[in-house]
């Protein structure tokens, strides 16, 4: 249903979609709540959220088909499609009952919680729109222009959780570190590849390699250490001509033992009921390790995960809960390449499946970063205050220990 605007001179209708609600640019759901409006397509001006005005929009309001269109003064062109079944739309922010200012609350609520089923609900229910999941095929080159100057291990002063996300592949480790603060806003503080001594394809069966990852891992940033490590775990490094008798040795699950409710093993599942979930295992079951034990891993729900990163792609770095880059000459050269190296596909059933276009190691590992912050509860993080007045805010800090 098309409305005019009943406070602004051009007075021409418009259908309200959630593209023309107003609320100031990186706003708190509270700030949206109370300066919220709707924007008129056609000049530009803002509509005022009062009750009275939706009253006036609706009650001049007029039906009309997609083929057909209204002027001012409320004549209907065009001829509707013929259709023996007749469809109405009208858009949640036409409610007499729930103001703009709820909606926008709503959906700035839903956006900084990073949830796309929370996001969906919102467009779905408060708007009756349809939900389009954003970010699903990036650019790299859209993430080459996003990185910022600031070097690696430059700590912003909003972090206030680290975690790292490390990929194993055959003759190489893949890590990734970043630091989190409020609104799930994350800052890309390192990031590498390790090859260890070079014995090609069977590098991760050797020590010498962890021994690396373990040094880099162990280093703070600016006093602040790292607080939770994930190590994918989808397979064993050591093959079968190198296991023998010990070929129930898991090396991932013996790496993640040496430094207990730090660093944990982790398995994505295409499909999960939650974002991700703990599980306690028994491996001295599967192994014959001496030092075999009860093992917590993290499943996490992969659709999940790389369709909350591919959205925040898509921010500003200016925007509220930015997902940031670095310039860092050091970097790897093909990061951003391997981040955009997926793309999500729907089947005719309705099943989503992931596509590889490339390597995408560093994604693999961006994600198991986002699964370690939501397992350390970083939507309860708030922002540090600046004022220099105030004790410095305290941050979360943990003791890297090996047994």
């Known amino acids: 249903m098309s409305g005019p605007s009943p406070v602004l001179p051009c007075g021409e209708y418009f259908a309200p979609k959630r593209q023309h609600l107003y609320f100031p640019k990186n706003c708190t759901p509270f700030e949206a709540r109370h300066n919220a409006g709707l924007v008129c397509p056609h000049c530009d001006e803002v509509i005022i959220d009062k009750a009275s005005h939706r009253s006036k929009m609706n009650k001049k309001g007029r039906f009309i088909a997609p083929s057909q269109t209204i002027n001012k003064k409320g004549k209907v062109t065009g001829e509707p499609p013929q259709s023996t079944t007749a469809s109405y739309f009208i858009s949640g922010l036409m409610s007499p009952f729930v103001s703009w200012g709820e909606r926008a609350e709503a959906y700035v609520q839903a956006i900084d919680s990073g949830d796309p089923k929370e996001i969906q609900g919102v467009v779905n229910l408060d708007f009756g729109e349809i939900y389009a999941e954003v970010g699903e095929t990036p650019d790299h080159q859209v993430l080459l222009e996003k990185r910022e100057p600031y070097d690696f291990r430059q700590l912003h002063e909003q972090v206030q959780i680290i975690t790292a996300g490390v990929d194993v592949q055959g003759d190489r480790l893949y890590y990734s570190i970043r630091g989190w603060g409020a609104h799930y806003e994350s800052w890309q503080l390192e990031s590498g590849c390790l090859y260890g001594a070079g014995r090609g394809s069977t590098e991760t069966q050797h020590q010498e390699v962890w021994d690396e990852l373990t040094t880099v891992l162990q280093r703070d940033f600016d006093g602040l250490p790292i ?35 730090l660093v944990f093993p982790a398995k994505g599942y295409p499909t999960m009921v939650r974002s991700y979930s703990f599980t306690t295992f028994d491996e001295k079951k599967k192994s014959k390790a001496a030092n075999a034990r009860n093992l917590r891993l993290i499943k996490y729900n992969t659709d999940y995960m790389k369709t ?54 560093y994604l693999d590992c961006e994600v198991l970063n986002l699964t370690a912050a939501l397992s350390l509860n970083i939507h309860k993080l708030q922002p540090v205050v600046k004022d220099a007045e105030q004790a410095p805010k305290k941050r979360r800090r943990t003791t890297y220990s090996r047994r």
Request: proline share 3%; net charge negative.
């Open 227 to 261: 607080h939770r490590i994930l190590v994918d775990s989808g397979w064993n490094p050591l093959d079968k001509s190198h296991r023998g008798k010990e070929q129930s040795i898991h090396k991932i699950y013996e790496y993640c033992r040496l430094f207990p409710s």
């Open 308 to 361: 909350w990163l591919y959205a925040r792609f898509n921010f500003d770095n200016g925007q509220r809960g930015a997902f940031h880059l670095s310039a860092d000459e050091n970097g790897p050269q093909d990061y951003c390449q391997q981040l955009a190296s997926e793309s999500r596909h729907i089947s005719e059933t309705g099943k989503v499946e992931w596509k590889k276009e490339g390597e995408n190691h």
